[in-house]
């Protein structure tokens, strides 16, 4: 049995086994499967543990391969152009979406009330989290490390790419005599950190039904009927963004057939569904980019751990939502303008957004702020904390497509002839 079908069938019985357990309040089973929930975060933190060396190491060896500098300036301005643009398009949908079906228009207001009494005490600590966010020009100063090791430690990445391609260029002008020593080092730490990923995704199936069943089993069914329509409406943005935006890219910009693609990816967004991180997955997305899709590792090294920090189109669609939503609830007009608004901050907000669970909530009270919704804030963030995490998990699952789907844009805009692994016939590239 394939390891794809394994994580699909634990994801359907955690899901099952999760509802009985909610539905009949069974205490006893649920006490289990929150018992059991520990398991699935010691896989996260095995599978996160090797995310540094990989990064590192491939990112390394990839840019001292390419040779040309200018190179590296070129695929770097391509990715975050894509990345960006893929973003607004995200947040365009979201708000065309909410503005159709309206879903905070129909919620009564004690229940409105009832929901942000509920989850106030969370949403004040997201607002002192969001409180001590650096600003921008702190932000940018941040993305240069003055200390890498500490970077790393902290899993800073971003800060962390910056100094490996700095460091890769400087190994690329070396003598070979001195150059290739260490990239030989690098290239056996990238080797062995792929052996260890392939260890730790055999207790993946096992990792997912503890983490699916423990989180379902503590789910409140009443608040998700409750805030149905909202999550309806989330979730049909990240459908539509995933299968039309993205196969629609993959189409003519990477001139792949989207469903050959998604099948050959589809054990990565499962994987990022059940873990809600993106830098947890970045292991398993970078091994699957390369040997399932083809994308040179000069290419998915760049490319891919760049996406993990700052692509974040799932998240930046939520955040147009629940921004709508919010406002709806409250009976706030959102022009043109105030819309606006929300594509450019959602779309430069979600490129801070860390690849860690729930991060999208800081960056959401950013774009709350910015369209004149700062008194309802807190009272917004308590109405949709109950339903977040599930949401969580959907929008980290197209993050993580999309990083996918980047890498195959970028590596054909570089002359890649991707192959898909086997799938030769997904190609329809006139001459490929």
Known sequence: MQLYTKILIALIAGVVVGIVANLAG?????????AIGPFGTAWIRLITMIVVPLVVASLLVGT??????????????????????????????????????????????????ALAGQFSGEAAQRMTLAAEKPSVVETLLAMIPTNPIQAAADMDLLPLII??????????????????PVL?????????????????????????????????????????????VYSVVVVAGLL????????????????????????????????AFSTSSSNATLPLTMETAEEEVGVPKEVSSFVLPLGATINMDG??????????????????DMGVGEQLTVVL????????????????????IIVLQSVGLGDQVQAGIALILGVDRILDMLRT????????????????SEGAELSLSGSQEAEVSEGT
């Open 397 to 412: 699952a197209v993050n993580v497509t999309g990083d996918l789907t980047a890498s195959a844009v970028i590596a054909r």
């Open 315 to 332: 998240t930046a669609l939520y955040q147009a939502v629940a921004v709508m939503f919010i406002a709806q609830i409250y009976g706030f």
């Open 163 to 180: 100094f490996t391609i700095i460091f890769g260029a400087a190994v690329s002008t070396l003598d070979p005599r001195l150059r290739d």
């Open 345 to 364: 901050t959602a779309t430069l907000a979600s490129v801070g957004a860390a690849g860690v669970p729930s991060a999208g909530i800081i960056t959401l």
């Open 64 to 113: 001292a391969s390419l040779g040309d500098l200018r190179k590296v300036g070129r695929i770097g301005g391509k990715t975050l152009v894509y990345y960006m643009a893929t973003t607004a398009v995200a947040v365009t949908i979201g708000l065309g979406i909410s503005n159709l079906v309206r879903p905070g228009s129909g919620v009564d207001p004690a229940t409105r009330d």
């Open 184 to 228: 030989r080092v690098f290239e056996g730490i990238n080797e062995a950190s792929m052996v260890v990923i392939d260890w730790v995704m055999l207790l993946a199936p096992y990792a997912v039904f503890a983490l699916i069943a423990a989180i379902v089993a503590q789910f409140g069914l009443d608040l998700l009927r409750s805030l149905l």
């Open 240 to 271: 539509l963004h995933a299968l039309v935006t993205y196969g629609l890219i993959l189409r003519f910009l990477a001139r792949l057939n989207p469903g050959a693609f998604f099948k050959r990816i589809r054990e990565v967004p499962l994987i």
């Open 26 to 34: 069974i205490e006893p089973l649920q006490d289990f499967l929150v």
